[in-house]
């Protein structure tokens, strides 16, 4: 039985914990803040109640093995309700469009908006279906630097059919080859967002993602999603896993290099192995002891591996109904391609930003008030630089509210409730590098196969999980990164 330390109380490290402490070891998870859950938690004031993070949840079938892998009963599992319309968006052009879950009613919307694109969302299914089936088992569900994973046959094979996973063009490349209408282009281009990348830039094997959206489905949880987060906790803590909340590891302490444990306030705490599900650029780059002289002998590469998009999140409690707006929306940006040169060329905030709300409301009547509704809205930004660090980002709010407004949903006299969740304060509240929403971004072709790994060679006896170690962001693939560090971990 290992004694195994975990740093961090997020998806990834709540992921880790259950799966180690249900093959029978020995686990401490540190949390810096008061609650687990990390980027996905929740506030509740004035009558109204917000998660704060994740909004939509992806892979269900991730999530059953986690419980399965914890013996959770039925009752200690979510309901995870299907969301229908996955997302209404609203164009600039004044167009709405409603993507239906159900892929023939989505088809017959968007042969009503386009007749010439009719086939195309089946045909690009298709596609991102393949590419998923090709992928999915190498890049996802095996660490990529096992080394006697990589070398099974199937997986050689997929490394061979490269251009088979269309990594020599864009995802923008691959979805205007799909499709006429700009629109739909800029539809499908969103998904990149899905783990913080760019579009233009990030390789079309992105193109995943809306084959696991549209074909497995997109989910909210009952309750909100920080009920998700409960019940891992709580799962977690029947597997004897100990929480020490407002604990600030300070160190992960080594010795010949080999992992000793962490340091915390109260003095140094041994452990066989230590999994840090802190960001993993942090974590490699100021939480490993030794690792500032790393940096600065420039003895690895992790301060060069480009962070994700951070976000803006306005969380407004808000009188009155939409009857225009379902569960989710996308407010779409006039110049999808200004917007990411804004956020990832010249990382300033997008002149003309797409934003994003979401009314859990709509599901969960007890969060708001009767007759309000809480509106989470976020809006993608640059990660922060020296340029952006200061900037007023409560003056962005009008941005914000006339993107709305031109889309008729006016709110502005409307809000009753409001806060607001900077980049700054993802950064401050989560040591999130440089505020980054996803972790490492996918921005480039080999960004895969320098992302993180979950075991890192040196020092031994350490572990990482999370959105920004393999496989990447997003709810189910830190689920999974937990996962494999716990395999990694008892291998
Ligand atoms: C606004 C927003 C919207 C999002 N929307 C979606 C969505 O709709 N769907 C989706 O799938 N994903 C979404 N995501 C992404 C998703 O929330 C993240 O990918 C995921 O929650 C990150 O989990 P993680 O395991 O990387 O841990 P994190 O959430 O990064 O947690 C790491 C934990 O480590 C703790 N920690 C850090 N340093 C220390 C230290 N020194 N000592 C002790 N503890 C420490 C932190 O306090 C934190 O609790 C969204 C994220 C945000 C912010």
């Known amino acids: 039985m290992a004694n195994v330390g975990i740093v961090g109380a997020g998806l990834g490290g709540l992921s880790a914990a259950i799966h180690l402490a249900s093959s029978g070891h020995d686990i401490t998870v540190y949390e810096r803040n008061a609650t687990a859950g990390g980027k996905a938690s929740e506030i509740s004031s004035g009558g109204f109640r917000f998660d704060t993070g994740p909004s939509l949840i992806t892979m269900p079938f991730v999530l059953r093995e986690l419980y399965d892998a914890g013996g959770a009963e039925e009752d200690e599992r979510v309901e995870l309700l299907p969301v229908d319309p996955i997302c209404r968006y609203f164009f600039d052009d004044g167009t709405v469009l409603d993507a239906a879950s159900d892929e023939q009613a989505f088809c017959a919307q968007v042969a009503a908006l386009s007749p010439v694109d009719t086939d195309a969302v089946s045909r690009f299914l298709d596609y991102s279906q393949r590419i998923y089936e090709l992928t999915s088992d190498i890049f996802l569900f095996h660490s990529l630097t096992d080394l006697k994973s990589l070398l099974r046959w199937k997986h050689v094979k997929t490394l061979l059919r490269l251009p088979q996973i269309d990594a020599f063009r864009t995802v923008h490349e691959g979805v205007q080859s799909f499709f006429h209408d700009d629109r739909l282009v800029q539809l499908f281009d969103r998904y990149a967002t899905y783990n ?28 909100g999603i920080y009920a998700l987060v409960r019940s891992l906790v709580q799962l977690a803590e029947k597997l004897g896993v100990r929480f020490h909340y407002e604990t600030t590891v300070e160190a992960i302490t080594t010795k010949h290099a080999v992992v000793q444990g962490v340091r915390t306030e109260s003095g140094i705490r041994t452990h066989d192995a230590v999994i840090s599900n802190a960001d993993a650029v942090y974590t490699m780059t100021t939480l490993l002891e030794g690792s500032r002289q790393a940096v600065a ?195």
């Open 196 to 223: 913080g990348s760019n579009p233009y830039t990030a390789p079309a094997t992105l193109n995943i993602i809306p084959y696991v959206e549209y074909r497995m489905g997109g989910y909210y949880v009952r309750g």
């Open 297 to 491: 002998s420039k003895k690895h590469h992790y301060e060069t591996l480009e962070p994700s998009c951070s976000g803006l999140v306005f969380l407004w409690g808000v009188r009155g109904r939409r009857d225009a707006l379902a569960q989710h929306n996308i407010f779409f940006s006039g110049n999808y391609a200004e917007e990411f040169e804004d956020i990832f060329v010249r990382h300033i905030p997008p002149a003309d930003p797409t934003v994003y709300v979401s009314i859990t409301a709509r599901v969960d009547e007890d969060h708001a008030p009767e007759g309000c509704e809480n509106f989470f809205v976020l809006v993608n930004m640059p990660y922060l630089t020296e340029k952006n660090r200061d900037y007023d980002w409560a003056g962005y709010r009008d941005s914000v509210l006339s993107r709305l407004q031109q889309a008729g949903v006016d709110i502005e006299t409307d809000i009753v409730y409001e806060e607001m969740i900077t980049p700054a304060d993802l950064e401050q509240r989560f040591n999130a590098n440089r505020g980054s929403i996803y972790g490492i971004s996918s921005n480039s072709r080999n960004a895969a196969f320098l992302r993180p790994s979950n075991r890192i060679r040196k020092p031994r006896g350490l572990y990482l999980c999370g959105g920004s170690a393999h496989p990447g962001g997003g709810v189910p693939l830190v689920l999974l990164s937990g996962k494999l560090a716990a395999e990694a971990v008892m291998r």
